[in-house]
């Protein structure tokens, strides 16, 4: 536990560090070091930005009120780290892989799936699982590459080519990665938190298997975040999670998080780190970025009122009160009353959107504070974070 709080603590210093040598608003890159003519990303809910709302049930309201004015399958009020990241790299907002109407991949695609992992989960789509695991993601990554590569070598000319990244561009492209909490979470929920060292290496072992089966298929920048601060989400304290138990002595930190969980993501987070570095030693044609987003989130979550927020436990959409707890979006009655779970008067000053996922707002404020490379190893900016061959 005394580790936790020395590596809390100094993670809290680096912040406060970062922060001031940041400005505060993201302005979109007019002179980009890196020419990246596309942008590929993987990951789950933290990044979808449409796979399983077309895959399945579509997203229903208020999601997407903020900035989209409608659901449009994504995790939020608004748009998302990886939404920022692409207008920060002048690319439009990225489209999911298998959304088929009015489609353009001309600059990149996106494969994440909420609900995703690592691993193969024995999990179904109606147990909260995933079919779209990070193996599946790279595989079908694989086919929109062989299969676009047809369109310009077929020897006549295709009005698909202007949809599709010509197949020059893979290898010039940046591949992005948001995927590991719900490895995590389903490590917490089958209660493997006691051997969770060995499962965690597994895990990333799996990772690097699918970044080397990407770098095998001319991928060769990789900007990489680790996964979050999972025992501050809202569901998994105490106020909102009835099958929480904080009994237990040094339970919570001093954000209210729930430390054992945090340590569990601090524990896959350095092997992840560890992995990226054995990466770096077996590619040395790519280059590899570890995005530390655990700090970022949990600084954030540290100084809530100071960013202008209200305290980071507090949920935007969901009813909870007296003992009731809807999720974001659902209708159900309440002692003999309808009751519509929706969601705040002000989401910007929340940073949680649904008890889960974040806001717009605090997305936003996240990707302010990694896209320059403050949180990164090594500290490069993403625009600048491709192999130089000079």
């Given at each position: ?119 193969r989960q024995n999990r179904t789509y109606f147990d909260g699982g995933s079919p ?259």
């Amino acid at each position: 536990m005394r580790r936790m709080k020395e590596f809390v603590g100094v993670m809290m210093l680096l912040s406060t560090w970062f922060m001031s040598m940041k400005g505060e608003e993201i302005k979109s890159s007019t002179t980009q070091g890196c020419d990246f003519p596309a942008i590929f990303n993987f990951g789950d809910s933290n990044s979808d930005t449409g796979t399983m709302a077309s895959a399945f049930y579509p997203e229903i309201s208020p999601y997407g009120e903020t900035f989209f004015k409608e659901p449009v399958g994504r995790a939020s009020d608004g748009r998302l780290i990886i939404d920022f990241i692409a207008k920060h790299l002048g690319f439009p907002y990225l489209s999911a892989y298998i959304n088929s109407i009015g489609t353009s991949y001309r600059n990149g695609a996106n494969f994440a799936a909420g609900s995703s992992t690592i691993m193969r989960q024995n999990r179904t789509y109606f147990d909260g699982g995933s079919p779209f695991t990070l193996e599946i993601q790279t595989q079908q990554f694989n086919q929109f590459k062989t299969r676009t590569a047809k369109f310009f070598t077929s020897g006549r000319k295709s009005s698909y080519t202007k949809q599709f990244p010509r197949p020059e561009e893979f290898g010039k492209a940046i591949y992005t990665f948001d995927i590991g909490q719900n490895d995590i979470a389903s490590a917490i929920s089958n209660g493997d938190k006691e051997h969770f060292q060995v499962l965690a290496s597994q895990i990333v072992q799996y990772f690097s298997n699918q970044v080397q089966l990407l770098h095998g298929l001319g991928a060769r920048t990789f900007w990489i975040h680790n996964t979050g601060p999972i025992g501050c989400l809202p569901v998994s304290l105490p106020i909102h999670n009835s099958n929480a138990n904080n009994t237990q002595n040094g339970y919570l930190d001093q954000n209210g998080c729930v430390k054992y969980q945090n340590e569990m993501a601090i524990i896959f987070n350095k092997k992840l780190k560890d992995i990226v570095i054995k990466l770096r030693e077996l590619f040395n044609d790519a280059s590899l970025i570890y995005v530390d987003i655990f700090s970022a989130k949990y600084h954030l979550i540290s100084h809530a009122k100071k960013e202008g927020f209200v305290e980071p436990q507090h949920i935007c959409c969901g009813y909870h009160k007296d003992g009731y707890h809807l999720y974001c979006g659902n209708t159900s009655k309440i002692k003999g009353k309808e009751i519509f779970a929706g969601s705040c008067i002000d989401p910007s000053k929340y940073i949680s959107w649904d008890g889960v996922h974040y806001t717009e707002a605090s997305n936003h404020w996240i990707a302010t504070q990694i896209i320059n490379g403050s949180f990164s190893d090594p500290p490069i900016p993403i625009t600048h974070s491709c192999k130089r061959t000079h």
